[in-house]
Structure formats: structure tokens, C-alpha cells
């Protein structure tokens, strides 16, 4: 599910988070590579100045937010990393991360992010962990938020976590944090009762 470089585990490249000025059937926009484009781009992963030219082109189309759906922890051609980086500073870009214990030398996670005082209850028994693959530092400071993409499963259903604490701070999943952006504030998570947006609450378990 999570194998850097794996086309169909990275859902097709960039999933994208449009809320623009245009009429749609829906405020998101999911934007896959099909077949054609892929012969056309060579083999995956693509170069990252090809990902700012992507966020280049959504900017013009008045996109309010981009999720990147893959994993940006791992240094390349500085020049091309730059250029990506420099072009999330025009949009918020969301990006992704998770677990993984064979990581010897995770990437710094800056607490900024954290979820510590919008979480509330128990935490002892929240996904954790203490290494994984987190967004690279240049990357990081110019995002708009990071999210946590794992998940379980129990009786053959699988589970996103609102939330997972990662060393010694509690950070939001992708789905609260592109969420929170949407609603314009962050929910308030009660382990084990309820998800809190302003007084409407939805019951959640632990």
C-alpha cells in the first residue's frame, strides 16, 4: 500500500483538491494519469519540476488547495526540489506522510503541526510510532499542513485514524487535515466520543 514509487499505490500521481470559482457537481476534483499520459511522461516517479509545472497550471485555474497523494521524504536534484518548494509557497499544499520503523533517519516533523490541544482523552491507545516517512524540511516549511495516511484493519474493514501520535506529539491524519482546511478551523478530537466542529458533533470510537 505504501511502496515509494508504486504508480497504483500512490493513486495515479497527484490527487488534487480543487474548490474554484467554476460550477462542478462537486467541490473536488480528483485528477488521475491515464495510459496516454503516461507514456508521454516516461517512468514514474517523475522529476519534481514536473510536479511545480502541474501546481504552475492549477494555479492558473484559480485552484483554492492541492493535495499531493505521494511521498515527498527523500532529497533529489536540489534545483528541481527547489522549484517545487518555491511554488508552494503561491498555493496551500498539503502533503503526506507514515509510519515506518525501518526508517533509521527520519526527516525532522516541526510540532507547528501538531494536534496536541485539539485533542482531548486517552491517548494511550492511538497509532504511534517514533519513525517514518516525513516531507523533507524544505518541503515542510512551505506547506499548508501534513496528514498522516495510515491505516488498519479489523474485520475486514479498514480504518483511518483521525488522529496518531508520532514521537511525542499527536498529528492529524491527511483526511482532518484537508478537513480542517475546507471548514476553515480545526475540529476538536474527544478520544473516544466525538469529533467537534463548532457545537455539531459526530461520535467516534477509539
Known amino acids: 500500500l505504501f511502496g515509494r514509487g508504486l504508480l ?11 474548490v474554484t470559482s467554476v460550477t462542478y457537481a462537486s467541490p473536488f476534483i480528483a485528477v488521475m494519469i491515464d495510459q496516454k499520459t503516461e507514456k508521454e511522461l516516461g517512468d514514474f516517479p517523475y522529476t519534481r519540476d ?4 502541474v501546481i ?21 536534484d536540489e534545483k528541481l526540489d527547489n522549484q517545487l518548494a518555491d511554488v508552494m509557497k503561491k498555493i496551500p ?12 533517519k527520519p526527516n525532522h516533523l516541526d510540532s507547528k503541526f501538531n494536534y496536541n490541544k485539539e485533542t482531548k482523552g486517552n491517548i494511550q491507545n492511538l497509532m504511534s510510532g517514533k519513525s517514518g516517512w516525513i516531507p523533507t524540511p524544505k518541503f515542510l516549511e512551505n506547506s499548508a499542513g501534513i496528514g498522516f495516511v495510515d491505516a488498519f484493519e479489523q474485520k475486514e474493514m479498514k ?6 501520535k ?6 492529524p491524519s ?13 475540529v476538536i478530537i474527544d478520544i473516544g466520543k466525538d469529533a467537534n466542529n463548532k457545537g455539531k458533533k459526530v461520535n467516534i470510537n477509539d
Do not use: C, H, W
Open 159 to 164: 480504518f483511518f485514524p483521525l488522529v496518531v
Open 174 to 186: 491527511l483526511q482532518l487535515a484537508i478537513l480542517n482546511f475546507i471548514i476553515g478551523r480545526k
Open 50 to 53: 514536473r510536479t511545480a509545472k
Open 93 to 104: 499544499v498539503f502533503l503526506q506522510a507514515r509510519f515506518d520503523i525501518e526508517e533509521e
Open 56 to 76: 504552475e497550471k492549477l494555479i492558473e485555474a484559480k485552484s483554492k488547495a492541492i493535495v499531493l497523494k505521494f511521498f515527498v521524504d527523500l532529497k533529489k
Open 8 to 18: 497504483m499505490n500512490l493513486l495515479l500521481g497527484l490527487m488534487i483538491l480543487l
Open 166 to 171: 508520532y514521537q511525542d506529539n499527536i498529528y
